[in-house]
């Protein structure tokens, strides 16, 4: 969160007394905000006064094109940057979030989200969205299908496909913020932190840009619908359309968490005859290389009788050690398998390696108690089962 310049970082601590003056005194106000807020009812003049009070908290609300906004669209899709998005255009235009991780409560209602009592399914939220929006009194849907929120400064995480099955007309709404000294947004960062961060800065700028309603295509799926706003605001924001999920981002933290309690890095940890040592024809050679040959022996450790350029080819385009192995294993990459003298440099294979490779290279004896299959399978059962035999042989060696 904090600045790694040295003059910011000076500058931060010459400001942190006026900046926890600010936090007590906007606290109270804050309070006072949120009264007003609840007691007026939805109109222009509420909207007007709440946006001036929010001033005082620094918040500045910026829009730019707000002649686009579509009053007759019933969907907005915006990128998430913080947790107080849908706060912050919802002081623009009348609009509803639907509150879809936390546990519904007084503390749902006064974030200002809104409260379906849908519990199950997603396809149950789908059809709960679609009978809000078929009576033209409610509020417009504002959306975020990133599902979780990012800095907004290097790309955008893949947009699920549900919010694009409500409605066949949506309108993106790219979303900018700004903020002096510390940065926008945290990863896994409480909703009170970040609010109590908002009220320590001198200010916080929202910049929201309306962009032209979108409307699906004749026979398009919501996947490629979905993949084509995303495209279009990734273009507005200048920042890389992904294909990163939000559980990517949650799996992410995860290993952070975990490797943070560790009491040494794992390298470290290991004696130095069993570090994996880096070729001295890789000196000088760009470190995304090196990452990739480093993964690519983890690929060969696990599938010894694969040649090493097919792997390093794959891991090129998936980027991924995982995917990489589940590509060689459901024969998605042809490959010609190598003899044993050409890997003798390597570690000789496990009885759970041999297995895994059983499904491409009918020569490698398998202690087993089943035959190897040798060709494909006719059946589905028997084609099922060789799948799950080669998945419970890459399970056992990943154990060990």
């Given amino acids: 969160r904090f600045p790694t310049d040295g003059f910011l970082l000076l500058a931060l601590l010459l400001y942190a007394p006026v900046g926890l003056c600010l936090l007590i005194l906007r606290l109270f106000i804050g309070v006072h905000v949120f009264l007003v807020s609840c007691a ?41 940057v913080t947790q107080f998005d849908h706060n912050v255009i919802n002081l623009l235009t009348s609009c509803n979030t639907p509150a879809l991780n936390g546990a519904p409560g007084f503390i749902c209602w006064s974030r200002g989200f ?14 709960s969205l679609k009978v809000y929006s078929s009576h033209r009194g409610n509020p417009p849907l504002l959306l975020f299908p990133e599902e979780a929120a990012t800095n907004g400064r290097a790309g955008l995480l893949r947009f699920s496909s549900w919010p694009f099955s409500i409605l066949d007309v949506v309108q993106p709404v790219a979303l900018q913020v700004q903020r002096p000294l510390i940065t ?6 409480s909703w009170i932190t970040e609010l ?24 398009e799926l919501s996947e490629d619908f ?48 069993a570090r994996p040592r880096t070729p001295s024809s890789l000196a000088g050679v760009a470190p995304e290389d090196v990452r990739i040959t480093a993964m690519a022996q983890r690929v060969k450790e696990v599938l010894p009788h694969v040649p090493l350029e097919v792997i390093r080819i794959d891991l ?24 044993k003298e050409a890997g003798t440099d ?12 059983s499904g491409f290279q009918g020569s490698i004896a398998v202690p087993s108690s089943k035959p190897a299959t040798k060709q494909f399978a006719k059946s589905p059962v028997e084609r099922h089962l060789s799948l799950q035999e080669r998945k419970r042989a890459l399970y056992d060696y990943a154990r060990r």
């Fill in 40 to 80: 007026l009812p939805d109109s222009v003049l509420r909207r007007f006064i709440v946006r001036v009070m929010c001033s005082v908290l620094g918040l500045f609300v910026r829009q730019s094109d707000p002649r686009l906004r579509d009053a007759s669209v019933r969907v907005y899709i915006a990128n998430h």
């Fill in 346 to 357: 390597l570690p000789a294979p496990s009885t759970s390696q041999a297995a895994a490779a």
């Fill in 114 to 127: 809104m409260e379906l009592g849908v519990t199950g399914s997603r396809a149950e939220l789908v059809d």
């Fill in 316 to 339: 090129a385009q998936t980027n991924c050690v995982d995917t990489t192995i589940a590509n060689l294993l459901e024969g998605r990459v042809p490959f010609f398998p190598e003899s």
């Fill in 226 to 273: 979905a993949l084509r706003v995303q495209e279009l605001l990734a273009m507005e924001l200048g920042v890389v359309s992904t294909r990163l999920t939000a559980a990517d981002k949650t799996e992410h933290m995860k290993r952070l968490r975990h490797t943070s309690h560790l009491p040494f890095s794992p390298a470290s940890s290991q004696p130095l005859a």
């Fill in 196 to 219: 109590l961060w908002t009220f320590f800065v001198p200010f916080t700028v929202y910049q929201v840009r309306w962009m032209p309603s979108v409307p699906r295509r004749a026979e």
């Fill in 184 to 189: 926008v947004s945290v990863a896994d960062s």
